[in-house]
């Protein structure tokens, strides 16, 4: 172009110059010297516009020269500020959108049931729902934003150990919020931001159904063992009751044969029985003067020691037909305390009777009594097959009956160590089982002074 504009001024020059001396010469030959006049002005414009045209192109191209990197500077600069225009146009719409995400997420955790908390690897608290608020009584969200969440909770996972290994989430810890029980469970949120989110489930409802059904499950055997209560009474006081008949039945023939050994063995098994039907009619009216709070107590000062030793000796024969030996020791000849002779006979005849039932022949019966300032504590134990930890808890509810296999010859309904708690607990003391499967069980029994 500005090629095309240099040649049409030097022609226009030729052109006009041709013509300038053409008129001139028609001027001089005619006599018109106003045209001359008027030819020469017209030379003399075009010549001042071609000198113009010079220097404005020579300007001009001096200046595309000195600032043609500027000018494409220029020129980049602008096409790079259309293109941030348009990347701020799609960011403003992502942010928008992103935004609008967010706005549904938090209103989908707020309209959740569940406590939700959100977390940083920090244990710092970013976000959580208004039914966390509610659990831990705060109102505001702002009080518990940056707050640490041990502040609020229990929660017993190390979150810079988990940080390293994700493979471990999600974890589930059980804790408790204002004495209620829950179900934490963390989930990573983000791992670049090594953000967690904390689902909490109120355990309330699951503990009661679940108490519920193990209430069920105990009610249905107690009411299976009501149910037999009568045949297993009948089969109870029958086999005792046909061996001292058998035994009398007996002891007529030794006495006209003039056996004196065999009739004193068959008297002392008809004695045994006496004691399996004295501790099993004790056991039937004690048990229906607790069910009616009608258990009364006839307290007497009287040496312990002495009587429990003299109760034992009584027992002797019945323990030592069994297969069984028996010890008895104590820190001290006389301590006397306020006890009931008959209930205390009772209690000691049903844990002797315990424990022949699970101690294997040969075995050994120990009675230790220990002085102590302000009560006496009586030790029966055993070397026999002791007890479950599961059983050792509900031992002294009644109908409560641990199965022990062939490793006992158990019989009964599950109401000894019942009555033996309470006639216990009637004399202000308490009484509590050590026990292990295989090594033996004692039984603690405190008397106050």
């Known amino acids: 172009m500005k090629d095309y504009v240099k040649v049409d001024l030097l022609n226009l020059n030729i052109i006009l110059t041709t013509i300038d001396y053409v008129i001139k010469i028609l001027a001089t030959k005619f006599f018109i010297y106003n045209i001359d006049k008027f030819s020469d002005l017209i030379m003399q414009i075009v010549f001042i516009s071609t000198l113009i045209a010079i220097i404005v192109n020579i300007t001009k191209e001096n200046y595309n020269f000195i600032f043609k990197e500027t000018i494409d500077t220029n020129k980049h600069l602008e096409y790079i500020n259309r293109e941030i225009i348009k990347n701020n146009y799609k960011l403003e719409e992502a942010f928008q959108e992103l935004k609008d995400k967010q706005s549904l997420y938090k209103e989908f955790l707020e309209k959740l049931p569940n406590p939700i908390v959100i977390i940083n690897d920090k244990s710092r608290i970013i976000y959580c729902n208004p039914q966390f608020l509610n659990e831990i009584k705060v109102k505001n969200l702002r009080q518990v934003v940056n707050k640490k969440i041990d502040n609020y909770i229990d929660f017993k996972y190390n979150l810079k150990k988990l940080t390293k290994d994700y493979k471990n989430l999600p974890k589930t810890s059980n804790i408790k919020i204002n004495n209620k029980k829950m179900e934490a469970r963390l989930f990573d949120l983000d791992n670049e931001e090594l953000e ?3 689902l909490f489930k109120d355990l309330t409802e699951e503990i009661k159904l679940s108490e519920i059904k193990e209430e069920f499950e105990n009610i249905k055997v107690r009411e299976e063992i009501k149910k037999n209560f009568l045949s297993n009474i009948s089969h109870d006081l029958k086999i005792p009751v046909n061996v001292i008949y058998s035994a009398i039945q007996l002891e007529k023939i030794l006495i006209d044969n003039n056996d004196i050994e065999k009739i004193k063995m068959y008297n002392e098994i008809s004695k045994q029985n006496c004691f399996i039907l ?13 069910d009616s709070e ?17 109760y034992i000796y009584s027992l002797s024969p019945y323990i030592n037909n069994s297969g069984l030996e028996i010890s008895f020791d104590t820190d001290e000849e006389e301590i006397y305390i306020y006890f009931d002779k008959e209930m205390m006979q009772r209690v000691i005849l049903n844990l002797i009777s ?22 006496v504590e009586i030790e029966i134990s055993d070397n026999g097959i002791g007890m479950s930890k599961e059983f050792i808890n509900k031992a002294f509810i009644k109908y409560e009956m641990e199965d022990r296999g062939k490793n006992s010859n158990s019989t009964g309904f599950g109401v000894g160590l019942f009555v033996v708690y309470n006639l216990i607990k009637a004399q202000s003391g308490s009484i509590d089982i050590s026990s292990k499967v295989g090594q033996g069980t004692t039984f603690i029994i405190k008397l106050n002074k």
């Open 278 to 290: 004295t501790k099993f009619t004790n056991n039937l009216i004690d048990i229906s003067k607790i």
């Open 294 to 310: 009608n258990l009364e107590v006839n307290f007497i000062l009287g040496n312990i020691v002495k009587f429990v030793e003299d």
């Open 196 to 198: 967690y989110i904390i």
């Open 354 to 375: 315990n424990s022949i039932k699970f101690t294997k022949v040969k075995g050994m019966i120990s009675i230790y009594i220990k002085n102590y300032e302000d009560y």
